[in-house]
């Protein structure tokens, strides 16, 4: 069965500090991989797609990882801010074509406090 | 910012009503779809469509329809609406559509029903 896993399922941090949130899925074939930020009372938006061949992908703090062989991948987000504090939601895709399905995750929420 | 509106953004509604949800994109793009999120759980693809009259049903069973006269208007319909459809509506777009692209997301609409 086709399933993406999310942990951990909420996370509080400090102003400033580090975190990774980890993804793990058993979506076969695979195609891709996104993060998405999905803010309180929002919809998602896209933060980094990686394609299998893909390790590491960065956008600004945020820097996403992709271990195709273990079916893993992390968001590490540096140097937190309060504007962190969302839900980040990992989305794989088993086919790169227009046939292809998403399978989403629950999602990790997380709080930055000041 | 994705060019994706929804209306209303909140709507709560008594028990046998019919209400229309609102989903317009000024993007041009062919694909739009609509999920439905429940708090702390994965979206769920109800309805999508691949262009104008075309609709399909999504992965989860829904009492919802939609149409797509226009390209850029999606709405979604319950005819009755029931205790069990109170949950947040997503919106969205792409280009290309299944998993070669990234999806734009609309607000939401966070829907009640009493």
């Known amino acids: 069965k086709n399933q993406v896993e999310q942990s951990p399922q909420s996370l509080i941090i400090l102003e400033g500090k580090n975190c990774t949130l980890q993804c793990n899925y058993t979506v076969s074939p695979f195609s891709n991989l996104r993060w998405y930020k999905q803010d309180t009372g929002r919809g998602p938006v896209s933060l980094t797609i990686?394609?299998?061949?893909?390790n590491t992908k960065s956008n600004g703090r945020y820097t996403a990882t992709l271990d195709a062989d273990t079916k893993q991948s992390s968001l590490h987000i540096t140097a937190s801010q309060l504007s962190d504090s969302a839900s980040y939601i990992c989305?794989?895709?088993?086919?790169?074509?227009?046939?292809?399905?998403?399978?989403f995750g629950r999602g990790t929420q997380l709080t930055v406090w000041p | 910012e994705a060019d994706i509106y929804q209306t209303p953004r909140y709507l709560v509604i008594g028990t046998g009503k019919k209400i229309t949800l609102e989903c317009s994109q000024t993007m041009g793009h062919d694909k739009m779809y609509w999920y439905q999120q429940d708090p702390g759980m994965e979206l769920h693809l109800i309805h999508y469509s691949y262009g104008v009259n075309s609709t399909e049903k999504g992965d989860l069973s829904s009492e919802s329809t939609v149409s797509r006269i226009r390209t850029e208007h999606f709405p979604l319909t319950l005819e009755s609406a029931r205790p069990s459809h109170t949950s947040q509506y997503l919106c969205?777009?792409?280009?290309?559509?299944?998993?070669?692209?990234?999806?734009?997301f609309g607000p939401g609409t966070r829907l009640t029903v009493l």
């Open positions: 989305v794989v895709s088993d086919r790169g074509s227009t046939l292809g399905r998403l399978y």
């Open positions: 990686m394609t299998f061949s893909e």
């Open positions: 969205a777009s792409s280009v290309e559509g299944g998993g070669t692209d990234t999806q734009y």
